[in-house]
């Protein structure tokens, strides 16, 4: 059986993202330089308070960076051990975790694409648009929608973030889409694959990334299979 190397790691902010969703920063112990590819997760490990080991798996919300800093996007859920330790951490405390892992990540070559992502489905996305826009040679001469849905308007986790990349960069599209939102919301409503006809159509030389829910992941790619795509050009990663 493969043995993998346990890293540990400091948190150096968490951060509230809605009542129930918290950001965590953390900078990886010993190593000047944290190697993953955009869109991988970690192994979080812990141990209960009855001594049995806990292993969680969290996609890094952030883009590759030379300095051995990750983020984690996270929901607190009711009675689930790993969530509600990672969220009660205070700058200063220490994480155990192995990886990278995963190949949720950007096929080459690069095409047209549209990132879909429902809550926490956010994470992989925030890794892979900031790493793609930081570089022009990495995303010249394509066009990037980021299609999420949320209920309300308090859900859309990184707005500011996004809304800033939108304004920076012409090829690239935020649209969130609520499906409870209020009165005074002038943005998209329902559900992420109600949108997807007017964004992408039957395009075939695009491709589609698809973060969330077993649900929304599902209906999402009956709707892109329904407007002719073929599997290769959709790729997702489901959270439950």
């Not at 969220?87 to 155990?96: K, Q, R, T, V």
């Not at 879909?116 to 010249?140: K, V």
């Not at 980021?146 to 599209?173: K, P, S, T």
């Not at 939102?181 to 964004?199: K, T």
Request: charged letters at 20%; one cysteine or more; a negative charge.
């Amino acid at each position: 059986m493969a043995q993998f190397k346990t890293f540990e790691a400091r948190v150096l902010k968490s951060t509230p993202l809605s009542e129930f969703t918290k950001h965590i920063e953390l900078e990886v112990k010993g190593v000047s330089h944290f190697g993953f590819v955009a869109g991988q997760w970690l192994s979080v490990k812990t141990m209960t308070p009855d001594g049995e080991e806990m292993t969680r798996a969290y996609s890094i919300a952030s883009p590759p960076s030379a300095n051995g800093h990750v983020s984690f996007c996270l929901n607190r859920v009711q009675d689930g051990f790993m969530s509600n330790y990672l969220c009660d951490l205070s700058a200063g405390e220490e994480i155990a975790f192995q990886g990278p892992f995963g190949d949720f990540t950007l096929r080459p070559p690069l095409r047209d694409t549209v990132f879909i992502a429902t809550g926490t489905g956010i994470a992989p996305f925030r890794s892979m648009l900031h790493w793609l826009l930081a570089d022009p040679e990495q995303h010249r001469g394509h066009e990037f929608w980021l299609l999420f849905g949320a209920r309300f308007e308090q859900d859309i986790y990184y707005r500011e973030e996004f809304e800033r990349l939108a304004a920076e960069h012409a090829n690239f599209h935020f649209l969130p889409t609520l499906s409870r939102g209020g009165p005074e919301w002038l943005g998209l409503r329902g559900y992420v694959q109600e949108h997807l006809g007017s964004i992408v159509g039957a395009r075939a030389d695009i491709h589609a990334y698809i973060c969330g829910l077993n649900n929304m992941v599902s209906a999402v790619r009956e709707c892109l299979t329904a407007f002719g795509w073929h599997k290769k050009q959709i790729v997702f990663e489901r959270y439950d």
